[in-house]
């Protein structure tokens, strides 16, 4: 559904640069003044209700919890072919310990033992190597795209069978 709303004429001046604006501002050049209004022409949509936090922001804090989850998995993984009794001790403080938070969840575990500062600290070294190096930044661009058009047609396709049943002809 498409909306559209109407401002009056009033309320448009304010995107409009006013005639006597260098009288405002007469220290400073006409590209310093003009680039004031070049803001308003941005082209990117405004997202309302994100607080402090840009959507991208929000975003990358949600990648870095899953960095460190798949931190944690690499490590374990590591861990269960060479180092047994360390991958115990990793699984233990996991199955007492949530993942939700990255950070949280690196400072208590070195905070718990010399043995555990050592698991946090190569959980930390793996989670920026992963980040930095192994991550598929361009694939995750394009995965998610490709998710969200895939996800729209699939729901337009079946609101519009939906809501065009044509009854049987008798």
């Given at each position: ?39 308003f ?25 899953f ?6 998995r ?5 861990l ?23 950070d949280?969840f690196?400072?208590d ?5 010399p ?15 992963y980040?930095?190096?192994d991550?598929e ?21 079946d609101?519009?069978?939906?809501t ?7």
């Amino acid at each position: 559904m498409e909306s559209c709303s109407i401002l009056p004429l009033s309320q448009l001046s304010v995107f409009l640069p006013k005639a006597n604006r260098s009288r405002d501002y007469p220290s400073r050049s006409w590209k310093q003044r003009t680039s004031r209004v070049a803001r308003f022409r941005c082209q990117k949509m405004y997202v309302p209700g994100f607080g402090e936090a840009s959507p991208e922001a929000k975003a990358a804090n949600n990648l870095h919890n899953f960095f460190t989850y798949v931190a944690v998995r690499i490590v374990a993984a590591q861990l269960e072919s060479y180092n047994p009794e360390a991958y115990e001790e990793l699984m233990e403080f996991l199955s007492r310990h949530s993942l939700n938070d990255g950070d949280k969840f690196c400072a208590d575990l070195m905070r718990e033992s010399p043995r555990h500062k050592g698991l946090a600290l190569r959980i930390l070294e793996v989670r920026s190597a992963y980040c930095k190096h192994d991550f598929e930044w361009d694939n995750l661009k394009r995965l998610a795209c490709k998710m969200v058009e895939e996800s729209n047609t699939g729901l337009m396709r079946d609101f519009v069978l939906e809501t065009s049943h044509v009854e049987g002809e008798n």
